[in-house]
């Protein structure tokens, strides 16, 4: 692999779980209101139909 291969891995990488990170952090501090629209779905690991 060339260093720019290499470099390029490296930010994809990094954008990739670093936005994995950052949604879980999130999610963890500012959890859903139980009357948010979708908070059931996501609780219960669906998706939401209206």
């Known amino acids: 692999m060339t260093t720019t291969a290499i470099v390029m891995m490296i930010v ?17 501090t500012h959890p859903l209101p139980p009357d948010a629209p979708g908070a059931d779905a996501a609780r219960e690991g669906g998706t939401q139909t209206s």
């Open 12 to 28: 994809a990488m990094a954008t990739i779980w670093g936005g994995l990170v950052f949604s879980t952090r999130f999610l963890l």
